[in-house]
């Protein structure tokens, strides 16, 4: 038998670690946490010992059998002692007259009430629950893992047209829920082909765009979402795209962004060349004060800090986009370029502002678009603008929905996706629940 640990930062890195290192039919005999991540403990040709046989410890059941020997006999002896009380009684009220009001009753012995147990606070440690958390967490996974890995495994056999199928979504970079919901709408066509065309058809009709273009809709717009997505240079590309059409009189600038050095600097200069007036807002300074006086504004842009999710001048920083008074809308800016972890971390950080939607940038330097299209469409947020370079206004498109999916087969994975991504994207939809399509 082949034992082997393993080390990895979470429990699914750990699994493909011992796959790829002991094979399949690897079996994993212990888990636990460490810093910096978890420990799997896998063994190879590992067969379960027998529980060895109970060996009887003759002093202890001796001590047994005279303590229930003891207990019947004080039994029985409560139970004399209340005959013989009983008895008694009888003979002292034998020469006593009785009346009709005075029926004979033999007294009942009332046991007095036991004082109750004084309750003992026990301390429990914190992190005696935090340890069976972490290994009820880590048996999910495991069992997430070995059924995604089985679903996949008898969906080759039994429908190879859709776990092409799958695969082709897979290359794009879709998530598993999403994809699911979109095969789940050609499950009666045969054809591949066709089953393909319909396949990308429905993902464009679940992109949603806005009606009317932001800046012909005017109003406040601000820029949210955390450092190196790139909404300075959008807020930029935007707003020379106004001045282009409609000129610089009924457009501001504002700066949120006090932390990034530079940065008021670089909208100072934008501001020069396109002569449009900016202001700062330092932090603790009143937004809604700083807006009053370009509320005459037909358009004001916002640049904002781009900040960690732990950092409290974030939280301020959206309670004052959030206020009654300023009535911003707030797009969400991703880059394509980012991890499916860091698009949904930034989506849950920056929702508490409200969303108005969202602005897809470095289109030009991405090599999937499946995971940020799967953020927008599962959170229902309309893709505002596109933009893939660094050109100033040329760059910023709007979104046709159409191209936006021709755009991500065409930078799709040249390779076929490996046997553990395609359980892995199983695995997850053991945890999401299917939506209702059609």
Known sequence: MQVKRFFAAD???????????LGADAAIIGNRRIAGGVELTAALDYTPQALAPRVPN?????ELRKT????????AELGMRGDSD???????FAGLPLTAAEPLVEPTFVEPPRPAAPVQAQAIDQRVFDSMRFELNGLRELLEVQLG?????????????????????????????????????TTEIEEPRQAWRMLLAHLARMIVTPEIEPLEEGGVIAMVGPAGMGKTTTLAKLAARYVLKYGAQNIALVSMDSYRIGAQEQLKTLGRILNVSVTHVDPGQSLANALDPLLRKRVV???????QASDPALRMQLESLAGRGIKSKNYLVLATTS??????AAYHSYKRCGLAGCILTKLDETASLGEVLSLAISHELPVAYLTDGPRIPDDLHLPRRHQLVS???SVQMQEEPSEEAMADMFADLYHTPAKRVG
């Open 407 to 409: 755009r991500a087969v």
């Open 86 to 92: 009983a008895t008694t009684n009888r003979q002292l």
């Open 301 to 307: 842009l916002i640049d904002t800090a781009g900040l």
């Open 68 to 75: 229930a020997s003891r207990i019947v006999s004080a039994q």
């Open 11 to 21: 429990m699914r890195q750990a699994m493909k670690l011992v796959r790829d290192e």
């Open 149 to 185: 890995s089985l679903a996949w495994t008898q969906l080759q056999g039994s429908k190879p047209q859709q776990a092409n199928l799958w695969r082709r979504l897979q290359r794009i970079g879709l998530s598993g829920p999403l994809s699911r919901d979109l095969l789940a709408l």
């Open 339 to 344: 991890q499916k972890q860091v698009l949904t």
């Open 58 to 62: 003759m002093e202890l059941e001796d």
